[in-house]
């Protein structure tokens, strides 16, 4: 029973277009993250947040953003969508307070190709 | 520059034997080390964890030993079953950093019946 969700789970979309990635948790965890992860390759984090009014870049140079207005929201923005952001895109969540031994909670993804 | 590798990008294995899934680390200052279980179009999900403080951490059928001088960690599966069959990301952390995890690219594990 998935505790983080994100929607939609596939999309597809022409290059150009604003897209909105969703991501919601109903566990209270403070900190969030956004991965993207194509097959055969690690999962690299492009943005995270501590907390409300908190975001900050990952390591991949990405060119989405981010908001964090409430605690269980965190959407991901393109604001012109290339062929080259056809990838996985995961959101998790974990509880600032755990410690690094529990891991993180993943959502089941979005699989964005834009044509 | 990877600093988690998994240099096995896919193995295969008997359903009942043992499955051996391993991990590399360059960077001294990790000290948690996780394992994450991933199916196509799924997120991953959390398996198994380890503290530098430990060798060894057992839950279940999965074993996850941790050899720090070598830096080399690796992931048990006991017996093998046709279920386990997925992607397994082995990911690491410093606690002096940001706690933030780097993930190796990931090891296809494919149990046969």
């Known amino acids: 029973e998935a505790d983080i969700y994100q929607t939609p789970r596939y999309l597809v979309i022409g290059t150009g277009k604003k897209i909105t990635l969703e991501c919601s948790q109903t566990?209270?965890?403070?900190?969030m993250y956004w991965y993207q992860q194509d097959p055969g390759m690690e999962l690299h984090l492009i943005h995270y947040?501590?907390?409300?009014?908190?975001?900050e870049k990952g390591d991949l140079s990405s060119e989405s953003t981010v908001s964090r207005i409430r605690t269980e929201h965190f959407p991901l923005t393109l604001e012109s969508a290339r062929p080259s952001h056809t990838s996985q895109y995961l959101c998790?969540?974990?509880?600032?307070?755990?410690?690094?031994?529990?891991?993180?909670?993943f959502g089941s993804g979005t699989r964005l190709t834009v044509v | 520059d990877q600093q988690v590798k998994q240099n096995s990008p896919s193995l295969s294995v008997q359903e009942g034997r043992i499955s051996i899934l391993n991990c590399d680390y360059t960077?001294?200052?990790?000290?948690?080390f996780l394992w994450y279980k991933k199916y196509p179009a799924e997120g991953p999900t959390f398996l198994i964890s380890?503290?530098?403080?430990?060798d060894k951490n057992e839950d279940g059928r999965f074993t996850v030993f941790l050899n720090k001088s070598a830096k080399h960690l690796s992931l048990h599966i006991v017996p093998s079953q046709p279920g386990d069959s997925a992607v397994y990301f082995c990911?690491?952390?410093?606690?002096?950093?940001?706690?933030?995890?780097?993930f190796g690219r990931g090891t296809s594990l494919i149990v046969h019946p």
């Open positions: 998790a969540s974990s509880d600032l307070n755990r410690g690094n031994l529990y891991g993180y909670t």
């Open positions: 566990m209270g965890h403070d900190k």
């Open positions: 947040s501590y907390g409300v009014n908190s975001t």
């Open positions: 960077n001294s200052m990790f000290d948690y």
């Open positions: 380890i503290s530098s403080i430990k």
């Open positions: 990911a690491a952390s410093a606690s002096g950093g940001s706690y933030i995890p780097t």
